[in-house]
């Protein structure tokens, strides 16, 4: 499909019962979240992902990639697929532009959400965010990624995944990440650092399950899922012992059961 300013986004639209749509983590794609597609699609559920623009199948605009923008893109997939009652489900990056879509669109089209290992509610320092990480360790991040993003790739894959985790699954991640555009990557981390969803946190008035790992080493439980649960009214927060950052890949039948039990 095509947005209003012209990028082309790769969408996926199986099935045809009640929607799911997953929005993927940073620096990856909607396959990120296969594990799921497979499963839901099987339960009789229709099946609704995208990559993100500058990411797998999508065009790579120069520009688009703050969290507004990004908003919107999901409100236009919604638009396009001609989606409601769905339950959107989130990892990481993703769970961020659910949160923003639904303060600037709001929730008719929604029933509920799923937000997975959330790098909300605000990564940044700032004097009244002293939970947040100064930005300068980002910038020194983002300096180590202009030189060699795909050693970067290789050093952190690890945690991302559990100990027990195969090779083979390690291996599908970190070619996944390191096919993506630096780019966009640098534009959509920019944005997931700096974006502030406290106030947005609170408006939203849909159900919402978080869960997240204990040992996510990518966005640390005290600093993300728990404050996100605790912002937003009435959520369920359903923490996982000792899961790490890519918990949808590394506990696929609890993720899948929870996931299930919370839509009915």
């Given at each position: 499909m095509?947005?209003?300013d012209?990028?082309?986004l790769?969408v996926?639209?199986?099935?045809t019962?009640?929607?799911?749509?997953?929005v993927h983590s940073?620096?990856?794609t909607?396959?990120?979240?296969?594990y799921?597609h497979?499963?839901?699609?099987?339960q009789?559920?229709?099946?609704?992902?995208?990559?993100?623009r500058?990411?797998?199948?999508?065009?790579?605009?120069?520009?688009?990639y703050?969290?507004?923008r990004?908003a919107d893109?999901?409100?236009?997939?919604?638009?396009d697929?001609?989606?409601t009652?769905?339950?959107?489900?989130g990892h990481s990056?993703?769970?961020a532009?659910i949160?923003?879509y639904l303060a600037?669109?709001?929730?008719a089209?929604i029933?509920?959400v799923v937000l997975?290992?959330p790098?909300t509610?605000f990564l940044?320092?700032?004097?009244?965010?002293?939970?947040g990480?100064?930005r300068?360790?980002f910038?020194?991040?983002w300096s180590?990624?202009?030189?060699?993003?795909a050693?970067?790739?290789?050093?952190?894959?690890?945690?991302?995944?559990?100990?027990?985790?195969?090779?083979?699954i390690?291996?599908?991640g970190?070619?996944?990440?390191a096919?993506?555009?630096?780019h966009?990557?640098?534009?959509?981390?920019?944005?997931?650092v700096?974006s502030?969803?406290?106030?947005?946190c609170?408006?939203?008035?849909?159900?919402?399950?978080?869960?997240?790992g204990?040992?996510?080493?990518?966005?640390p439980?005290?600093?993300?899922?728990?404050?996100?649960?605790?912002?937003?009214?009435g959520?369920?927060?359903?923490?996982?012992?000792?899961?790490?950052?890519?918990?949808?890949?590394?506990?696929?039948e609890?993720v899948?059961?929870?996931i299930?039990?919370?839509?009915g």
């Amino acid at each position: 499909m095509k947005t209003r300013d012209g990028t082309e986004l790769f969408v996926k639209d199986w099935g045809t019962g009640e929607p799911m749509v997953f929005v993927h983590s940073w620096a990856l794609t909607n396959d990120i979240w296969q594990y799921q597609h497979a499963h839901f699609l099987a339960q009789g559920r229709r099946v609704v992902a995208f990559d993100r623009r500058g990411h797998g199948r999508s065009a790579q605009p120069g520009d688009g990639y703050d969290m507004d923008r990004l908003a919107d893109d999901l409100d236009e997939v919604l638009q396009d697929r001609g989606v409601t009652n769905a339950t959107l489900i989130g990892h990481s990056m993703g769970c961020a532009e659910i949160i923003r879509y639904l303060a600037r669109h709001g929730s008719a089209r929604i029933a509920r959400v799923v937000l997975a290992a959330p790098t909300t509610p605000f990564l940044l320092h700032t004097p009244d965010n002293p939970m947040g990480v100064p930005r300068a360790r980002f910038e020194a991040q983002w300096s180590e990624w202009r030189k060699d993003f795909a050693r970067w790739i290789r050093d952190n894959a690890r945690p991302f995944f559990a100990p027990d985790t195969s090779n083979a699954i390690v291996d599908w991640g970190v070619t996944m990440m390191a096919s993506q555009s630096l780019h966009p990557v640098l534009a959509c981390s920019e944005a997931m650092v700096t974006s502030d969803l406290r106030a947005d946190c609170a408006r939203i008035d849909v159900p919402v399950l978080v869960i997240h790992g204990t040992a996510d080493a990518s966005a640390p439980i005290a600093l993300t899922g728990k404050r996100t649960a605790e912002l937003i009214p009435g959520a369920r927060f359903q923490v996982y012992d000792g899961a790490p950052h890519g918990l949808m890949v590394t506990h696929v039948e609890r993720v899948n059961a929870d996931i299930t039990a919370f839509c009915g």
